[in-house]
């Protein structure tokens, strides 16, 4: 069963959007003529829009769990058992999805497998990639542990990637490689520079990973539900993008600052391109330099695309499947009475504090993932739902640089909360030191939750600011 976009897909304050105006593209745009890949016969675009409508996502033999288009009845779904919560701490070990396997340190370059275990995949993860297996041209890292290694590996870090673009007509227009402007290149004359028109730039700091699996495995329709019980005026944006791996079918996003991707296989794939430079089966085109492209041959790009077979790629995401959720910190009486606030004055409005995962069996992502008895019916605790919503910090850069689109410049995924406590640059741009300063510059749809901030007594404040610190 499929619900309409329609149905599904509001901005705002609940204004219906059709469904060409969701059809995303997840990757950086060229201005220059899209070239066809000859690994797919596809351009970019046709790669990166979304088929179909959204589909509720169940386990095999049972009723949806919410009413079908046209239905007279209300269909139940089948009794599950009750759920159970997710695994967490910052130790490096499995939550289950993969086996742990062989100790760590005795991994290598020579017998790591892929695939086979936790700690194969980890190994993978931190490799540093060389140009010989296809590095750049132009990236921003040698390894995915650069952007995300904190206290354990998967965590968030002080890495921000830059965007740009400029402004024509009163609509947004990438920049001329793209919207990101990447750091470093294999070769001086490639290294990409911001142009004097690009008015419009931003920092993105690269996001905690850990539990993500647990965050791929919520139902479409759970966060359909947290959307629709929102008040209208703070009521989040749902985006439908594509699952690369399932021939793009369409999914709700909710991994990247833009909730541009749904599924870890296509997160992957997309970092594996824009940050590394490594082209795979999902994005098998290089991103330009410049007016500089490197379709085949150019002497820039001496391996032949796709550079990784898919490999790596499902080993990234294994590890992040098998990653557990970031623990909490001490629970004290003055974290007890913060927390309490933190719903009293509406945070918890977007910064959800518990989502029950899809049952074991759920089949995800297009038919592309089943979830596994490790991911299953568990309660995780991200203080996010996932969704756009535009509170008065957005960077300007919308999903696509498209009329159609140009109301997500200023929408942001709501940054989940956990793991809190392990940074020290905060808001999508890293640009925010201390709490105090992030909750600030809150407005927009939060202003309501920030006037009533404001009144709290100080004591209260403080009592809020410790519950955060213990995320």
Not at 183 to 209: F, K
Not at 325 to 347: D, K, N
Request: charged share 20%.
């Amino acid at each position: 069963m499929k619900i309409t976009v329609a149905t599904c897909l509001a901005i705002g304050a609940g204004i219906a959007i059709v469904a060409s105006v969701y059809s995303t593209q997840v990757q950086s745009e060229s201005t220059v003529a899209e070239p066809v890949s000859p690994f797919d016969g596809k351009t970019r675009r046709q790669r990166l829009t979304p088929k179909g409508g959204i589909e509720i996502e169940r386990p095999p033999g049972t009723a949806p769990a919410i009413t079908a288009p046209g239905a007279r009845t209300p269909e139940v779904a089948r009794p599950q058992a009750a759920p159970i919560e997710a695994l967490t701490g910052f130790d490096n070990v499995t939550n289950g999805a993969s086996d742990q396997g062989p100790a760590f340190e005795s991994i290598n370059s020579g017998n790591v497998k892929a695939r086979q275990s936790f700690n194969d995949n980890r190994f993978i993860f931190e490799e540093v990639e060389q140009i010989a297996d296809g590095l750049g041209p132009t990236y921003n890292a040698q390894s995915c542990r650069e952007c995300h290694q904190n206290v354990a590996t998967g965590g968030a870090s002080q890495v921000a990637e830059h965007r740009s673009g400029h402004l024509q007509d009163g609509q947004f227009v990438n920049s001329l490689s793209g919207s990101i402007v990447q750091s470093r290149a294999t070769y001086p004359e490639l290294v990409e520079h911001m142009y004097v028109e690009d008015s419009v730039t931003t920092l993105r700091i690269s996001t905690n990973i850990l539990g993500d699996g647990y965050v791929e495995a919520i139902a479409n329709q759970t966060l359909l539900a947290i959307r629709d019980r929102q008040p209208a005026a703070m009521r989040g944006t749902a985006v439908m993008v594509p699952v690369l791996e399932a021939d793009s079918k369409a999914r709700i996003g909710r991994f990247g600052w833009k909730s541009q991707h749904a599924s870890l296989e296509s997160f992957a794939g997309d970092a594996y391109l824009n940050e590394m430079g490594i082209t795979s089966p999902l994005f098998p085109q290089e991103n330009p330099s410049g007016d500089r492209d490197f379709t085949p041959p150019s002497a820039y790009d001496p391996v032949a695309d796709p550079e990784d077979d898919g490999e790596d790629i499902h080993a990234f995401a294994d590890f992040m499947r098998s990653t557990k959720a970031p623990s909490r910190g001490p629970i004290t009486p003055e974290v007890t009475a913060g927390e309490a606030l933190f719903t009293t004055i509406g945070c918890a409005i977007c910064h959800t504090p518990s989502i029950t995962t899809a049952p074991t069996h759920t089949s995800i992502n297009g038919g592309a993932y089943t979830v596994p008895p490790a991911l299953g019916n568990k309660v995780i605790h991200p203080y996010s739902d996932y969704l756009l919503h535009d509170v008065g910090t957005g960077d300007g850069i919308p999903i696509l640089p498209t009329a159609e689109f140009a109301a997500t410049a200023n929408q942001m995924r709501t940054a989940p909360l956990w793991a809190l406590r392990t940074r020290n640059r905060l808001m999508h741009d890293g640009l925010s030191f201390t709490l105090q300063e992030a909750i600030q510059r809150h407005a927009g749809q939060a202003a309501g939750v920030i006037t009533q901030y404001k009144g709290l007594s100080a004591a209260q404040q403080t009592q809020l600011i410790a519950f955060l610190n213990s995320l």
